[in-house]
């Protein structure tokens, strides 16, 4: 009796994708995508449309032998508070990916947080610890720097100018500090900037606040605003300023080469896309979660 | 510069399967999997390792340009009325399956069910509606009837024999009924057989209640008990009883082939394994879950 009508190969592929050599021992289920014996990381968000991690992230997963799959889930920002509280009751659930606008609430939220999370008050990543208490990290720094010596460019004994002292600008200039440059940040609220600079500054890291956006004599300059996300942005600086021998980074990932980029391009610098954030973060990632992964297998039988 | 260092083979027909004609228009995201604007189907259960859904059921949701998966989620029994809750908030979720233990309970969770669903008490699919509430019905029997049919055995007209009286042997009896069987239904115990009956014939439908599990002049034979989920389960009922002309089948999903069906197989009868209600009620979710999930994408752009 035909009990199942055959597959297309697409599905087939998709189904077993490759043999997996699955942590938790596994019954063979783990080679259909997605199964019931999955471990599920939440990509939480408001919206949560845009984000890209998903594929990628899963992807790795799977080829580091972890039955897992990181799944966007929109939690409106009004009731992150009781979500979070549900996603803990999940048990297949071990970990969440955080974006916007959950990374600074979800800071309080969770039991823990690295001292760089504290640092700058918020987190993008959160896991389920053996105690089952939760704890946070931020790792979009991390991303940035490893886009940078991925792409031959060591931060150590650098100068780097960096404009916007928000999360995103915190995150950059506390890991490019921590990797061994030294950190000017300019705000267009020069109150904004000193307050990072001197919190910064007080926590150990060499980090200044500059009175203008003027890049002159930095070998890298970072965007770490969210100016170029609108089509009518204005450019986070006056490309002029800009020379050559500079290495210039945006963090903002949509549009992939913002204007602004566009023009240190036109400037003859090399240059690093925002997505490189999110992308040279997925192996951090991995080994953030990895251990709650494969403990969440292990519990379950 | 390298942004992204190149996928594998397996990995590259992972992130982009096939070309997605994405009912909600479509960046062209949906053609990575997954992806942040997928929309989401939640697999109750506990425990869930065991489900066989998940594959199955998003390679249909896709071949039928839905950007959607059906993803797995670990909800413990003591917390279903608050997980529930919460999951409701989850934009990106338009609706759930629904496995042990909560069928009963979700019943009574959700806002509206459908006439078998409250006849039988219980719902295995959940989705959202236009208007926000959530409504249920129940798609095993469903699915059980449309394994018989595609395999040539037309219920109209058909004696069926149905042991347990439980909620599977209930959903199985009323959809028999509805697709023209007369059905007798055994259960050990006899006031839980004559309750079903009573209950279902009340309702119109053509069922009686046995008093011996003697299955002897019916062209249909159902295991609607649990036994044979355990290597030391007794048989459901006497093999010696079965003949070639009948068609014997079981829900017990696992094993594949329960010592039930291979006594009937040995008696020459033709067989309906458990999984068909799972397998063959896959369009039938498709159907449930396609408005509400075109709805979900279109209310997010």
Tied chains: 1, 2.
């Excluded at 991303?143 to 010596?149: D, I, Q, Y």
């Amino acid at each position: 009796m035909p009990i199942w009508p055959p597959l297309c190969e697409s599905c087939t592929a998709m189904a077993g994708i490759e043999p997996l050599a699955v942590a938790s021992g596994g019954t063979g289920t783990g080679n259909e995508f997605p199964n019931g014996e999955m471990r599920i990381l939440g990509l939480i968000g408001d919206p949560v449309s845009q984000v890209r991690a998903p594929a990628p992230m899963t992807h790795r997963l799977r080829h580091a032998g972890l039955n897992a799959a990181l799944i966007p889930l929109h939690v409106p920002a009004v009731v992150l508070p009781l979500a979070f509280g549900c996603l803990k009751l999940i048990r297949n659930l071990d970990g969440l990916v955080i974006t916007v606008p959950h990374k600074i609430p979800m800071a309080e939220l969770v039991d823990h947080c690295s001292e760089r999370a504290r640092l700058v008050g918020a987190i993008n990543v959160a896991r389920r610890e053996a105690d089952s208490s939760w704890s946070g990290d931020i790792l979009d720094g991390v991303g940035f720097v490893r886009g940078l010596t991925q792409s031959g460019f060591n931060p150590e004994g650098q100068s780097a100018f960096v404009t916007g002292a928000g999360g995103a600008g915190c995150a950059v200039a506390a890991e490019l500090a921590t990797a061994g440059a030294s950190v000017r940040v300019f705000d267009v609220s020069s109150d904004r900037a000193s307050a990072l600079a001197t919190r910064l500054s007080r926590a150990g890291y060499p980090v200044t606040a500059a009175d203008a956006p003027d890049p002159r004599g930095f070998s890298l300059v970072v965007n770490a605003t969210p100016l170029g996300m609108r089509a009518d942005d204005p450019l986070p600086l006056d490309p002029a300023l800009l020379s050559p021998e500079m290495l210039v980074a945006d963090v903002v990932m949509k549009p992939r080469v913002t204007s602004f980029l566009e023009q240190a391009r036109a400037q003859g610098c090399e240059i690093q896309l925002g997505e490189a954030v999110m992308l040279y973060q997925l192996d951090a990632q991995m080994e953030f979660f990895k251990t709650s992964l494969v403990a969440g297998a292990t519990a379950v039988r």
